[in-house]
């Protein structure tokens, strides 16, 4: 009887696409899938689909450990979900749920982190220490890396791009604050303003086709969407003085209609040359950096053997 090869679950949880690959203990990918994330059902439902899907797998590979990468905000130290607005998912115990399901240990990572850490070391973040990655497309997120560690901050939420304010419109988020980036620049901004000037509902991807068949107002918006996403661009690096700024998100499949007022915005308001790359991982920054962090989380737990328990922060404090 053949025995099973050892394996780790790494799943990318969105608000409408849930993504999730297994990987050996050498950082192999083995099996690749995406299903649609159905929200409303539930976190229950979601593991359940995901665990029906592998079962095919299952004769070959033992999953010995999930990376679950999720929207935030999220509660790390007890791997619990704060809010997912796309999914309507409030305080639920996203770890627990999981671990449950698979019988085997899990541990919950922000998104962003998991982006930002899976450009840096499998993407277009290679060779850098201090990089910038945003990601564009319902809504606006991404990571820092500084000095080659991903910064966090204090909870584990930090990078939220999206909702620095741009402008003094006052424009109302939905997060409370006003004149967010997002309501800007993010796909779900490019789809509301060109309604609002045209009267059409159109994908923010209709619309880019529109702007490169001579769409006039749809190139407008698109350069608009530009502008401020080079605001925020100027803003961040003036804070943070990036090697390289890596854009990614499906909003960034149309980079061409956004680039020349991006790199306009740059060139007057900084004066010194910013480097900006494409992602290099198709939509898969999310799996390649949970995995990563997750061998990372055990390397330290393995040091100090410490024991599985719910959520990544528990792990410290459960010997
Ligand atoms: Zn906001």
Redesign the pocket.
């Known amino acids: 009887m053949n025995r099973k090869k050892d394996v780790f679950l790494c799943i990318d949880i969105g608000g409408t696409k849930t993504s999730f690959m297994l990987i050996d203990q050498d950082d192999k990918r083995l099996f690749y899938q995406k299903i649609p994330t159905y929200g409303k059902l539930g976190i229950e439902a979601l593991a359940k689909r995901i665990f029906d899907e592998l079962q095919s797998e299952s004769e070959n590979y033992k999953i010995l450990e999930i990376a679950i990468s999720c929207p935030g905000p999220l509660d790390l130290i007890n791997g619990r979900i704060i809010n997912v607005a796309t999914t309507g998912w409030k305080n639920v115990p996203i770890v627990h749920i999981f671990k449950k399901q698979f019988g085997v240990g899990a541990l919950l990572i922000n998104d962003c982190t998991a982006a930002v850490l899976g450009e840096y070391h499998y993407g277009a973040g290679r060779g850098y220490q201090n990089i910038l990655y945003m990601s564009v497309s319902t809504g606006i997120g991404g990571g820092i890396v500084m000095n080659g560690q991903v910064y966090e901050g204090k909870s584990g939420n930090s990078a ?1 791009f ?2 620095i304010s741009i402008e003094r419109d006052g424009k109302v ?6 004149d ?4 800007y620049a993010s796909g779900s901004a490019i789809e509301k303003i060109y309604y609002t000037l045209t009267g059409n509902r159109m994908t923010a991807r209709d619309i880019a086709v529109a702007a490169k068949s001579g769409d006039v107002v749809a190139k407008k918006v698109y350069e608009e969407a530009g502008t401020c996403l080079g605001i925020a661009i100027n803003n961040l690096n003036k804070i943070f003085d990036f090697e390289a700024i890596i854009l990614g998100g499906g909003v960034m499949e149309s980079y061409e209609l956004l680039e020349p007022s991006v790199k306009e915005v740059l060139e007057i308001r900084n004066g010194t040359d910013i480097q900006i790359k494409l992602q290099q991982l198709g939509g898969k920054q999310g799996l390649y950096g949970a995995g990563y962090y997750m061998r990372q989380e055990r390397i330290k737990r393995n040091s100090v053997n410490h024991c599985v328990e719910t959520g990544n922060k528990v792990w410290e404090q459960a010997l």
Do not use: A, I, R
Request: include cysteine; proline fraction near 0%.
């Open positions: 939220e999206g909702h988020c939905k997060c409370g604050n006003v967010c980036l997002e309501l």
